[in-house]
């Protein structure tokens, strides 16, 4: 008995050892093909909601692209938003992006297509899930878009993909993925600027 109840104890840690080091690969997996393993940014700007901008060139995403171990170098623009329809209304955190990474939208497209940017006054947006749950969205509909500026600014945007959203519950805010031009404009950034670099590692322990 001695000897089975060790050897159960020992299969329970080793179990329990194996899932732990399982989640430690995998959330980091799953988010640094959303977020980056790294980011690049200003040194005094806020977590969330509008950042300084960062001004980046393209030779520096060459650069970067090249170092062993680089997966992608996407540059990303910010900002908050209200996502509008008839059935309501959501605070959503708009994420511009210039080409979206393979990595990403493996298995995570649900509906609808991958947006084909860039492409001249895309007015597209990629809604998570949640999002398009809340507000009863399907693939073809539009979205009324505000940013809290002054004066207020809308954007009408045709939902051309839905997708799930990693970690969902644990970000909180729901992220939708819209062109870089849409936000640049509203931010009257020119193309050198954005909130951040994002980094994606091939291997992120190393």
Sequence with gaps: MAVLSTAAGLCLYLLG???????????????????GHLQIRQLK????EYREPLRW????????????????????????????TANGMEGVLLKGME???LPFTA?????GRIPRWPKPNAQEILLPRVLASKLQLKVGDKVAVYFMQEPIRMRS????????????????????????EIL???????????????IELRNFEE
């Design 107 to 111: 298995g995570k497209l649900t509906q």
């Design 45 to 48: 700007t806020a977590e969330q």
């Design 99 to 101: 080409t979206l990474p």
């Design 184 to 198: 640049r404009k509203i931010l009257g950034w020119g193309p050198e600027w954005c909130s951040h670099l994002e």
């Design 17 to 35: 050892h194996a899932v732990v080091n399982g989640f430690q690969w995998e959330i980091p997996q799953r988010m640094g093909r959303f977020w």
């Design 157 to 180: 945007l045709q939902v051309v993909g839905i997708f799930d959203m990693p970690m969902q519950s644990e970000l909180g805010r729901p992220v939708a993925i819209v062109p870089s």
């Design 57 to 84: 060139e393209l030779t520096t995403t060459r650069r970067l692209t090249q170092t062993p171990g680089v997966q992608r170098v996407s540059p990303v623009v910010l900002a908050p938003a209200l996502a509008q």
